[in-house]
């Protein structure tokens, strides 16, 4: 399952949530937590399920729902959207602070028969700190990086360099790689500045992210775009895993591709570009 782009879609607008996975997003997540206003919950609720539940919607993307924080809000929304034959692919966490929240989740979708995996979004430095332990969690099936909610949590200047957040995105990655679950960088604001956007989803990518959240539906593709490899790199990374293949059968530990020596780390970023192109359909490697 690829999730490059991870679309946020407010869940008190059936509209926008009809539409949603008709924009190349490979997630889209309803939202039930900060896009919607304290007294419309339960009309989002209302209208997320009546959206899920339509057998006219049939969308060609993973289909996640942002819940409201465990112990705020939480246990209504799994009662309205994952009960009463309705249902996501995924659900999102906000505020995880530690494992106890994403187990205490899942506990509350089994008593409506429901398992989706989590996906624990770590916005506050509590769970940044925790973060290692919420990806370990059996529920976790990927971390979501927020570095706006952080900010304001540890009294942080967001800057457009974005130091101030630098070591707590590393660490989320690093967490995440860790437990073997997605990783999932933080939102870019400026929705108008899609090359801004594109050289900090690539930046992302090179920290070692899996995809990033967009807030609107003109950010989708610059960040598709930016995780799916270049063809360049995807034939470096083919030639690559041919001379291994090679190696392997004379017994081999270290060979030559065009020039350049070859050891086991740069066979393991070669085996990342090929994961990821076949995620993104742009090689046709079986």
Request: charged content about 30%.
């Amino acid at each position: 399952m690829v999730r490059r782009s991870v679309l946020f879609s407010p869940g008190d607008r059936p509209e926008m949530l009809r539409k949603a996975p008709g924009t190349g997003a490979d997630v889209v997540v309803f939202d039930l937590e900060d896009a919607v206003a304290p007294g419309r919950k339960d009309e989002a609720r209302e209208a997320v399920r009546a959206v899920l539940v339509d057998p006219a919607f049939d969308p060609d993307c993973e289909v996640c729902v942002r819940v409201n924080p465990v112990g705020a809000g939480a246990g209504d929304d799994v009662e309205a959207v994952f009960a009463r034959d309705a249902g996501a692919d995924a659900v999102m966490l906000p505020k995880a602070a530690a494992a106890d929240d994403a187990t205490t989740l899942a506990r509350l979708l089994d008593e409506h028969d429901s398992d989706p995996p989590v996906l624990a979004l770590v916005e506050s430095a509590r769970g940044v700190l925790n973060a290692a332990e919420i990806a370990a969690a059996n529920p976790t099936d990927a971390l979501v990086f927020g570095a706006e909610d952080l900010s304001a949590d540890v009294g942080a200047t967001r800057t457009d360099e974005g130091t101030e957040v630098l070591y707590a995105r590393e660490h989320v990655v690093l967490a995440a790689s860790a437990a073997g679950v997605d990783a999932i960088d933080t939102v870019y604001t400026d929705i108008e500045d899609t090359e801004g956007l594109a050289e900090e989803t690539r930046f992302a990518a090179g920290l070692g992210f899996d995809g990033k959240m967009a807030i609107h539906p003109g950010q989708v593709a610059p960040i598709n775009d930016a995780f799916t490899p270049d063809p360049a790199d995807v034939e470096w990374a083919d030639r690559v895993l041919e001379a291994k293949r090679e190696a392997d059968a004379e017994d081999r530990g270290v060979f030559r591709v065009n020039g350049e020596m070859v050891d086991a780390p740069l066979v393991a970023q070669a085996e990342r570009v090929m994961e990821r192109a076949r995620a993104a359909g742009s090689s046709d490697e079986s």
